[in-house]
């Protein structure tokens, strides 16, 4: 999936400032921190490897996604190739997640009305 051009100009979250602002969020010291994220992502990673489905309430569900095989055009010579089946990671977004980017979605356009009316 692509992003837009505006989806391009936000500030990406890397790990390190995850770690950061958790750290701030919980009490914890970074060191204590970068273990427990990369004990969530080690956990999420086997349970997903076993074949389980990972779910934290509200976030979302990580699971395992059959993808059928399909034939596609190759971008080499244009003959048919075919992509065969294979398994995938899924999320599927949780209620509050999703709230958070419907409010995101909201408050931008929010603030040009505003702007707009003010002039």
């Not at 934290?56 to 569900?61: D, E, I, K, Q, V």
């Amino acid at each position: 999936m692509r992003s837009s051009s505006s989806e391009k100009n936000n500030a990406i979250l890397g790990k390190d400032e995850l770690i950061h602002q958790v750290a701030a969020k919980a009490g914890l010291n970074l060191k204590e921190t970068n273990k427990v994220i990369d004990a969530f992502t080690e956990v999420v990673r086997e349970g997903i490897a076993q074949g389980h489905e990972v779910r934290l309430m509200g976030f979302g569900t990580w699971n395992l996604r059959n993808v059928a095989a399909r034939k596609v055009k190759s971008i080499r010579g244009g003959t048919q190739i075919t992509i065969p089946a294979r398994k995938r990671v899924g999320f599927s977004v949780g209620a509050v997640l999703s709230q958070a980017a419907q409010d995101a979605v909201e408050k931008p356009s929010k603030h040009i009305n505003h702007q707009t009316h003010s002039r």
